[in-house]
C-alpha cells in the first residue's frame, strides 16, 4: 500500500471520528513539515510556531481535503502559505521595530541568533533568508523536498514557467550572495 493510500485511510479514519488517526497521519509529516518551515523561516522557534499553526488548520480543515492529489501536496501547500504568511508578519513587525528605534534614536544593535547545526548548514540558512520568499519557496521545495516542477506547481498553484524563472533567479542570487559572504 503506497504513502498516499495510507494517509487517505487514516483521514477517512480521522473524518469517521477516530482521532488515533490523526495522531499517527501527524507522526508522519511532521518531520517534513518542520524542515520545510525551518528552511523557510530560518530558525527553530519560527518554524515551531508555524508547525502548530498547520497542525490545528489540519484538525480543522481536513474535512476540505478532496483526495484529488496527494496529501503531502496539499500540506506542503498549507505550510508554504503560512511560512509565507510569518514571514510577511515578521518584516511588518520588523519594520515597525526599527521605525521605533529610530523614533527613539536608541543605540540598540541587534541580537546574535543563536543557530544550530554545521558550519555549511549556517551559511546556508543565512543566504536562503537572504532570498525573496517566492524564490525561496521555489528553491527549497526544488532542493531541499526533491519536487519536480509538476508537484510544486500544484503546490503553489503558480505555472511550471514561473517556477523556472524563479528557480533560476534563485540560483543566480544565491551564487551571488556567496561570493559576497566568501569575500569576507
Known amino acids: 500500500m503506497s504513502d498516499n493510500q495510507n494517509d487517505f485511510e487514516l483521514i477517512k479514519r480521522f473524518l469517521n471520528g477516530e482521532e488515533s488517526a490523526f495522531n499517527i497521519l501527524i507522526k508522519r509529516h511532521q518531520e517534513k513539515i518542520y524542515m520545510l518551515a525551518r528552511r523557510m523561516l530560518g530558525n527553530h522557534l519560527d518554524a515551531d510556531e508555524v508547525v502548530q499553526e ?40 520588523n519594520t515597525f521595530s526599527i521605525f521605533e528605534l529610530r523614533k527613539n534614536k536608541s543605540n540598540v544593535s541587534d541580537p546574535m541568533e543563536l543557530v544550530e547545526g554545521k558550519e555549511q548548514f549556517d551559511i546556508v540558512e543565512k543566504l536562503l533568508a537572504k532570498l525573496p520568499p517566492k ?50
Open 135 to 184: 524564490q525561496r519557496e521555489i528553491f527549497i521545495l526544488k532542493n531541499f523536498e526533491e519536487l519536480k516542477y509538476e508537484e510544486i506547481s500544484e503546490i503553489t498553484g503558480k505555472s511550471v514557467g514561473t517556477l523556472k524563472a524563479n528557480y533560476f533567479h534563485s540560483i543566480n542570487k544565491l551564487k551571488e550572495l556567496l561570493v559576497k559572504y566568501e569575500k569576507r
Open 54 to 93: 498547520v497542525l490545528i488548520v489540519l484538525y480543522k480543515k481536513l474535512n476540505t481535503f478532496k483526495f484529488e492529489s496527494s496529501f503531502a501536496t496539499w500540506l506542503y501547500r498549507i505550510t508554504m502559505t503560512r511560512s509565507l504568511n510569518f514571514i510577511k508578519k515578521r518584516n511588518l513587525k
